[in-house]
Every structure is written in structure tokens, then in C-alpha cells.
């Protein structure tokens, strides 16, 4: 009995170390590892920026055009990071990283990336938009956490905090310091004045129905799948006459009301620094621009009789197969620029293939028809 309670009294005393070594970090505490961080830390606003992964910002304006930043996190042999955002979105953004490991060497490493883009090749080390000031940025791992910390010289940081956490194990290494997907990340806007994070945002990668998406899927169905079935529905349904054309001005219509919802959502993305988005935005445009035309075009339409409606019938005819084309090419450029999961892209080439044989198809048809 006495071996017994010696044994469970010895755990317990395991269990109590093993509990102060996981030390917790939190804005009612001061900074334990303050010494060694190399600024300045007194006075610092304090804020949970992720609750989900224990995640601490502590920062201040601390000169003119200077602003001071210490995250702090649970050191699980992973990489914690940091960036900022001018409107949310990781893509354009610069980042902090922050990672301890014994392949460098037992220390703790503090490095800015650049994303570029979604794949592990277009977020490259010791890159980005951010100014850092000389030998003010460190990480310190202490007694179960990771803090880094670094200045920037900057008027006024941008608006969004992203912030990510990688995957266990898999920490950047020499010579190149790849970073390797994150196991969660999450984007809040915040007001640096009065220490508050919006409403919006999430702590996790897949929160919601992001911004991008949702430009995608409107394109994807305005411009690339209602439009290509309107120009259908005119050129091989006329014998249901009227219905063809009320149809093809429903399926037109609103293939156009949903292209214009794409374009709005477009223009308010945070699309910097992403390859070829300057080509993807003027094919947005001319598409845009043609779509209005044959909008305007209807309303200036000759009667049947005129003289000049054959001339119409070709500008009205030809620039909406120039707008089709532009558009299908386009919705595929803005999902390789996205680098979105390969499903969205097969998923659309499936429908184009469709589309592009039910067209041969009615072709076919046609041509015999006239023949007889």
C-alpha cells in the first residue's frame, strides 16, 4: 500500500514538472524572455491574435515611422508566422517566420518570405515587401514557446494580420529555407489604435468562402458557362421561334449580371505581386467592355427589312464569339493564376469539352440541312 502511494505521489510530482515546463504566455503576464529580445518591450500593447494555437502579438509604435512586433507561441517543433495584408489575402503579402531546430545548429531562426503565390515554389526566403530594421529581429525559444520578435520602419503597418502555424517536423533548412505548407493559417483585420481585431476572419485556412472563390465561380459561370450556352440557344434553336430569343436573352442576361458581380468582386482583390494578373485583368476588361456592346447593341437593333441589319448581324455575331473565346481562355488564367486544386480546372475543361462537341455536332447538323 505504503509502494503504492510513494509511486502515485511520484507521478504526480512528474505530471507537475511536465505541466511547468509547457509554460503558457499571456497579455495579464509580463514578457518572460523580454531580456532577450533586442528592443525595448515596456509598455507594449497585448492582444490574442489566435486562440485556437495560443498565439500572443505583443507590438507598439515605439519611434517615428518605427513600429515594434513580438509573437509568441507554443514551440511544438513547428514554424510560427506573422505578415501583413492590405486587404486580407495571403498572396501579395510578406511574412515573418519564425522556427527553433537542431539542423541549425540549436538556435532559433527569424526570416521574412515573400507569397508570391498558394504553391511552395512561389514563397521564396529573405524576400518581401516588408522593411526591416538592422539587428532588431530574433527568435527566442524559452521553456516551451517560440517569440519572435522584429521592428519594421513603416508609417503605419497594413490593415490585416495573417498568421500561420506549419506542420510538426517540418521546418525550412538550408541552403534554400523552403517553406513547406502550413497546417492552418487564419487573416483578421485590425485597428492598431484601439488593439482590436475584427469580427471577420477565422483561425482556419478554410473558414468561409473566400473572396477569390467567389470571383472564380462567378466568372467561371458568368462569363464561361452561361454565355457559351446563350450563343448556342441563338444559333441552333431558331426554329422555335419566338422562344429562341427569349431564351437566348434570359440565358444572356443573366450570364452577364452574374460576369459584372465577378468584376466588382474582382477589382476589390489583393492581387500583388501575382504572375500574370495585369494579362488576366485587360482580358477581364475587353470582355467586359464587348459584353456592354451587345448589351447596347440589342437596344440599337435594325428591323428584319433594313438594309444595314446584315451588317449588324456580323458585328453582333462575331464580336460575341470573340468575347466567348476570350472569356474561356480567360476563366483558365485565373484559375492557373490562383493555383487553385486541379479539380476546379478539370471540372471546367470538362465542360468546355461538352460544349466544344455539342457545337461540332450542331455544325454537323447544319451543314447537312442545308445540303438537302
Request: glycine share 10%; hydrophobic share 45%; net charge positive.
Amino acid at each position: 500500500m505504503a509502494g503504492s502511494v510513494r509511486l502515485l505521489l511520484l507521478c504526480l510530482l512528474g505530471f507537475c514538472v511536465a505541466v511547468s515546463h509547457q509554460k503558457t504566455d499571456s497579455c495579464a503576464g509580463d514578457l518572460a524572455v523580454a531580456r532577450l529580445i533586442p528592443f525595448d518591450t515596456s509598455a507594449f500593447h497585448c492582444i490574442t491574435l489566435w486562440k485556437q494555437e495560443d498565439f500572443i502579438l505583443r507590438y507598439k509604435n515605439t519611434a517615428t515611422n518605427q513600429w515594434s512586433f513580438v509573437l509568441s507561441a507554443p514551440d511544438t517543433r513547428s514554424w510560427v508566422s506573422v505578415g501583413f495584408s492590405g486587404k486580407g489575402a495571403m498572396v501579395g503579402s510578406s511574412a515573418m517566420v519564425g522556427w527553433s531546430s537542431s539542423s541549425s545548429g540549436g538556435k532559433a531562426v527569424a526570416k521574412e518570405y515573400y507569397l508570391q503565390g498558394r504553391s511552395t515554389e512561389s514563397v521564396t526566403a529573405d524576400d518581401g515587401k516588408l522593411t526591416l530594421v538592422r539587428n532588431k529581429t530574433a527568435t527566442v525559444s524559452s521553456s516551451g514557446r517560440l517569440y519572435l520578435a522584429f521592428e519594421l520602419s513603416t508609417d503605419h503597418p497594413q490593415p490585416f494580420l495573417i498568421y500561420a502555424v506549419g506542420n510538426q517536423g517540418s521546418l525550412p533548412s538550408s541552403p534554400d529555407f523552403t517553406l513547406q505548407e502550413h497546417r492552418d493559417m487564419g487573416s483578421r483585420g485590425f485597428n492598431y489604435a484601439s488593439a482590436t481585431l475584427s469580427s471577420g476572419g477565422g483561425g482556419s485556412s478554410d473558414a468561409g468562402f473566400p473572396a477569390e472563390r467567389w470571383h472564380g465561380l462567378l466568372s467561371m459561370m458568368g462569363w464561361g458557362v452561361l454565355l457559351p450556352i446563350g450563343i448556342m440557344v441563338a444559333r441552333y434553336f431558331r426554329r422555335q421561334d419566338p422562344y429562341w430569343f427569349y431564351g437566348h436573352m434570359a440565358v444572356q442576361g443573366v450570364g452577364f449580371l452574374v460576369g459584372i458581380a465577378a468584376v466588382i468582386i474582382g477589382f476589390r482583390l489583393d492581387d500583388d505581386g501575382l504572375k500574370n494578373i495585369d494579362v488576366h485583368k485587360a482580358i477581364g476588361i475587353a470582355i467586359l467592355v464587348m459584353c456592354s456592346l451587345q448589351v447596347t447593341a440589342v437596344l440599337a437593333r435594325p428591323d428584319k427589312m433594313s438594309k444595314v441589319r446584315r451588317f449588324w448581324n456580323w458585328y453582333h455575331h462575331n464580336i460575341g464569339r470573340i468575347a466567348i473565346l476570350l472569356a474561356i481562355a480567360n476563366v483558365f488564367l485565373g484559375l492557373t493564376i490562383a493555383k487553385e486544386v486541379s479539380a476546379y480546372i478539370v471540372s471546367y475543361g470538362v465542360f468546355v469539352a461538352v460544349w466544344v462537341v455539342a457545337v461540332a455536332a450542331f455544325e454537323f447538323k447544319r451543314f447537312y440541312e442545308d445540303d438537302d
